[in-house]
């Protein structure tokens, strides 16, 4: 499908069937008759339906039937209730839409609103803007009558576009034409051109009912790039330009361009559907195109898109501060803003450093990490890392930290004997500390799972062994939960399900839905009085600190977390993988799960690599760490996407063996 195009209009009664039917007829002639074009109008209330008025006066249009239709001519939502039969829900909508785009012969989809673009669709008062706002990939006409009213009805309707993120590409009058309401539009809204279509809110038989059809179908088609031509376009230019990350580069590295994401799905240009696997890089817990951000994140923008956060504050970043020390049972008292998880970890880092300073104590400045860990690519974020792969190439710019060997729920590569390995390691834990603590800064751990070391599941006894011992020694415990954080172990926080109140945490990642990057740096109130005792700034900060939009955003994502009830449904995955693990033991080499996160290994990453094209295939998109195959959905997957995701891993598994 090359375009779907939506037709909104400032109220009922004004012409968007007439619109719709000469679009249809006007594209049907265009290309010596080879574009084929469909007509589908979600809900319908009236009757005869428009549908059928299309089809009389359109018939090479391909008719979709409505997903609602209601024989009274009211509103939606009312005609609903009279009748008796089941209101609208959007969900249900997008669903069709999508069938419609993937499985259709049409070239061109015209897509009808009934009623005026706010007219409530359903008792919830959902309208056709909720509809619009996540489907950026909509071009939307908005219909107008040309009479008396006109000039505040569709400016009103365009403003209510705009502040919503929807672009509208065109404005449609019909009826007798007003050169100056033309001209007047065209002054107020510049940038959105107008079409006038004399035959009125009727289907005319005038005898220039063809020239007119073709003469708009003609000026909204100028207004759509080809689909396939930009397509090409950004591909060429991504290829031409475009540095990715962790990707060598050679001719044969050819990403895949992907188009739409919503839901747990991702589409690439081919039109290829697949499930989001790893939840983009393990940030999205509540789906994608989530309707709510997107309205949220275009009404701050016109409120306060940005302002320094230096000498200036705003409601969004103290409600947000708020909302998560909440989260965190109150056991933080303030929260720092920058900008990912790298930095968040950064922000930790230093303010530790710092505070062994503010209480006179500037010996303290080594910290112990884990092998194994991995809390970002900045420097001091690398320098508390342990993996090879992302720092060796910097060695040399990094300062040094003393290792621990975690001890995970399961053999590893770090800790072979699994947790048998604990009270061997809890020794050599106790000795490292107490030899070193005069001069120790600050402990980070990555809690129950280091991700890029390939899902290390913790043993919970080892992490409050670390813990306590970290209390006995008077050294601030951080714990980057950048990755594990906001529902993915089932539980708002990692250190929720240990048991453990860590001194500093790190957050970023699933804080925002996935949608924009933001890091929060959280912190006991000592660290704070500490700057304040001794009159000191903490110099660092950000461009964009506490962005009100990115704010805004988080606050939103988190209330959705709320209402899907996040937590619970990653310890519902929990126990969907574990049935699965049982199922599939045989071919499954130390398989794991904790929360949302599935992971076993094979045997190379070469096999890595083979698997996971061969689950790309159906329908499940993976990225493995070495020879470790994760999958890590987002949190809101239905029972009937896991079916298929699981299916796609077993055949993977299959064509591997």
């Excluded at 505070?355 to 400045?365: A, E, K, L, M, W």
């Excluded at 280091?450 to 050294?475: C, D, N, P, Y």
């Excluded at 704010?551 to 969907?576: D, G, P, Q, V």
Aim: charged residues 15%; aromatic residues 8%; proline residues 5%.
């Amino acid at each position: 499908m090359q375009h779907a195009i939506f037709i909104a209009g400032t109220g009922t009664g004004i012409g968007k069937t007439t619109v719709a039917a000469a679009l249809g007829e006007g594209f049907s002639r265009r290309g010596a008759g080879k574009t084929r074009v469909g007509y589908w109008k979600p809900v319908s209330s009236g009757h005869p339906s428009d549908s059928a008025v299309i089809a009389a006066h359109a018939p090479a249009m391909q008719i979709f039937p409505p997903c609602f239709a209601y024989d009274t001519p009211i509103s939606p939502h009312a005609a609903a209730v009279e009748e008796k039969k089941a209101a609208v829900k959007l969900p249900l909508l997008w669903a069709r839409l999508d069938e419609i785009q993937q499985g259709a012969s049409v070239d061109i989809l015209l897509i009808e609103a009934a009623g005026g673009l706010l007219v409530p669709v359903n008792n919830e008062l959902q309208t056709w803007l909720d509809f619009l706002v996540p489907r950026a990939e909509l071009a939307v006409v908005l219909v107008a009558s040309s009479g008396l009213g006109t000039l505040n009805h569709t400016a009103l309707s365009l403003r209510c576009l705009q502040d919503n993120g929807c672009v509208t590409r065109a404005i449609v009058m019909c009826g007798a034409r007003f050169h100056d309401n033309e001209a007047t539009l065209q002054r107020m809204h510049s940038q959105v051109p107008v079409h006038s279509l004399t035959t009125g809110a009727e289907l005319s038989a005038s005898k220039d009912w063809d020239a007119q059809a073709q003469a708009l179908a003609g000026f909204i088609d100028d207004r759509l790039a080809p689909a396939s031509d930009t397509t090409h376009a950004w591909r060429q230019h991504d290829k031409t330009h475009v540095w990715h990350p962790f990707t060598r580069s050679h001719a044969s590295s050819v990403p895949r361009a992907i188009v739409k994401a919503r839901g747990v799905w991702l589409e690439d240009s081919d039109g290829h559907r697949m499930i989001d696997g790893i939840s983009s890089w393990w940030t999205n817990n509540i789906g994608h195109g989530r309707e709510e951000i997107a309205r949220d994140c275009a009404r701050q923008i016109h409120q306060c898109d940005h302002v320094a956060f230096a000498g200036l504050t705003h409601a969004p970043a103290a409600q947000l501060a708020h909302e998560v020390i909440g989260l965190s049972g109150g056991n933080f008292a303030r929260v720092f803003f920058s900008d990912n998880g790298s930095t968040a970890v950064e922000v930790a880092l230093k303010i530790a450093f710092q505070y062994q300073r503010n209480r006179g104590q500037p010996q303290r400045n080594t910290f112990v990490a884990l092998h194994g860990g991995y809390h970002g690519d900045t420097v001091g974020a690398m320098s508390v890392s342990d993996l090879d792969r992302f720092r060796g190439e910097f060695s040399s710019l990094l300062f040094k930290t003393l290792r621990l060997s975690p001890v995970t729920s399961h053999p590893s590569s770090i800790c072979p004997d699994g947790p048998r390995a604990l009270q061997r390691n809890r020794a050599v834990c106790q000795q490292l500390l107490a030899d070193n603590a005069p001069r120790l800064c600050a402990i980070i751990v990555e809690p129950l799972v280091q991700g890029a070391a390939g899902m290390l599941m913790q043993e919970i006894a080892w992490l409050q062994a670390i813990s306590a011992l970290a209390a006995q020694h008077r050294i601030p415990l951080i714990f980057d939960e950048v990755f594990t954080a906001f529902g993915r172990c089932g539980h708002d926080f990692a250190f929720q399900r240990a048991g453990i109140v860590p001194d500093i945490i790190c957050l970023a990642k699933g804080l925002t839905g996935g949608v924009l990057p933001l890091g929060l740096t959280l912190t006991k109130d000592e660290f704070f009085r500490s700057f304040v005792a001794t009159q000191q700034a903490f110099m660092h900060g950000h461009t964009f600190t506490a962005n009100p939009v990115i704010c805004r955003t988080a606050l939103t994502a988190l209330a959705l977390a709320r209402k899907e009830n996040i937590n619970a449904r990653a310890l519902a995955l929990e126990h969907c993988f574990t049935a699965w693990i049982a199922q599939n033991r045989t071919r499954l080499s130390n398989p794991r799960a904790l929360g949302g996160i599935l992971a076993f290994e094979v045997p190379t990453a070469e096999a890595a690599q083979v698997l996971v094209r061969t689950a790309a295939t159906h329908q499940l998109f993976l990225r493995p760490l070495g020879n470790t195959i994760y999958f890590l959905p987002p949190l809101v997957i239905a029972e009937d996407e896991l079916a298929v995701a699981f299916n796609a891993l077993e055949q993977a598994l299959m064509e591997l063996a």
